[in-house]
């Protein structure tokens, strides 16, 4: 018997397959139980500044600068990967950043990175 975990629409399943000479065996499928990751706590978004979303869903690769850092239109801040495609998000002003990711994260389209003030 081999095991396999497979993933379909969002659900993980332990799959264990058989080997049965050239005849097919039976396949048997049990939700596997797969502990999810505690989402870190939100950070307060300043009031006023301007917000840099995301374009498109991909994981944050490498954050350039360091929260609280003073940056400069069009500076690099972060490198977000889509369809193995690193992308640099850059600064839409001058302005002191506040980084709302973590690098490793997966976000969503719209999604807030960061806020520069």
């Known amino acids: 018997m081999r095991n396999f975990v497979v993933t379909i ?20 499928i049990a939700p596997a139980k797969v502990a999810e990751a505690p989402k870190p706590a939100a ?10 979303l995301s374009p498109f869903p991909g994981l944050i690769k490498n ?4 929260d609280g850092a003073t940056v400069k239109k069009d500076q690099p801040i ?5 369809m193995k495609m690193d992308n640099d998000i850059t ?4 302005g002191k950043v506040t980084i709302n990711v973590t690098k490793g994260a997966n976000v969503e389209t719209n999604a807030l990175l960061a806020v520069i003030g």
């Open 63 to 66: 954050i350039l600068v360091a």
């Open 78 to 82: 972060m490198v977000l990967e889509a």
């Open 43 to 52: 950070k307060a978004t300043p009031a006023n500044g301007e917000k840099v």
């Open 9 to 28: 629409d969002g659900k993980t399943y332990s799959v264990g397959v058989e080997e049965v000479g050239e005849s097919v065996g039976e396949v048997s």
């Open 91 to 94: 600064a839409p002003c001058d």
